[in-house]
């Protein structure tokens, strides 16, 4: 079993709407949890880091933990083309794990 | 040049043949990783140095041999590679362990690997 799960998608949005991604994970040590964005030919970036359960907001992101149900969330407010990209959630209880990944379109 | 870079970005050979990626960082950090990334499949961890030593293995195949001369130099020597071994390798850095087990590790592109 894998310790993050994530829909690969592909998901396709038009300009202007939210971009709802979701992750579920089996280890209930984690603590730590991350948004990664992943341009297509780029390595991954930071996009989000949250500790423990609750909400964390930046500018037209927002992540959410809910420990209680394991379960991770990251939501694009007014989603624009640029943010086409694949996005990857990870949880880590010093050991970082990753889920697959979900490729997002916003179409113009 | 900043941040994580990669050598080749791309690179093909046979299952007889012997290559090494490299990876360079010009962040200051003193840990380095290595990752696959095959499609639909989760990134999965191969090695970590922390101070040059390395600290996990993920039982990797031996056909898989990491090199860390120094805190900026990463290596991934290559030898009989199989077709499944084709993906995405991409190296990463962070302040250090911790940092990058709970927080923020910065990745290079990628060398994409194909196994012929």
């Known amino acids: 079993q894998k310790e993050v799960e994530q829909d690969p998608g592909p998901l396709s949005v038009p300009e202007g709407a939210i971009v709802s991604l979701n992750c579920t994970y089996s280890n209930s040590a984690f603590q730590y949890f991350m948004w990664y964005r992943q341009y297509s030919r780029k390595g991954p970036e930071l996009l989000m880091y949250?500790?423990?359960?609750g909400n964390k907001e930046d500018g037209r992101f927002t992540a959410q933990v809910d420990k209680s149900s394991k379960y991770i969330s990251l939501f694009i407010r007014d989603s624009q083309p640029s943010d086409s990209a694949t996005y990857l959630c990870?949880?880590?209880?010093?050991?970082?794990?990753f889920g697959a990944g979900t490729t997002v379109t916003v179409r113009a | 040049e900043t941040g994580v870079t990669q050598t080749p970005r791309h690179l093909v050979m046979g299952m007889t043949n012997k290559k090494s990626l490299k990876c360079e960082q010009h962040?200051?950090?003193?840990?380095m990783y290595w990752y696959k990334q095959s499609a639909k499949k989760p990134l999965e961890l191969m090695f970590v140095?922390?101070?040059?030593?390395?600290?996990e293995n993920n039982s990797v195949p031996s056909r898989f041999s990491p090199e860390c001369p120094n805190s900026s130099h990463l290596f991934l020597h290559l030898h009989t590679l199989q077709p499944e071994d084709s993906a995405l390798y991409l190296c990463?850095?962070?302040?250090?362990?911790?940092?990058?087990?709970?927080?923020?590790?910065?990745f290079g592109p990628g060398t994409r690997l194909t196994v012929l």
């Open positions: 962040l200051g950090h003193n840990a």
């Open positions: 990463a850095s962070s302040q250090d362990l911790r940092t990058g087990l709970t927080d923020t590790q910065y």
């Open positions: 990870a949880g880590s209880d010093y050991k970082l794990s």
């Open positions: 949250t500790y423990s359960s």
């Open positions: 140095y922390s101070l040059e030593e390395r600290v």
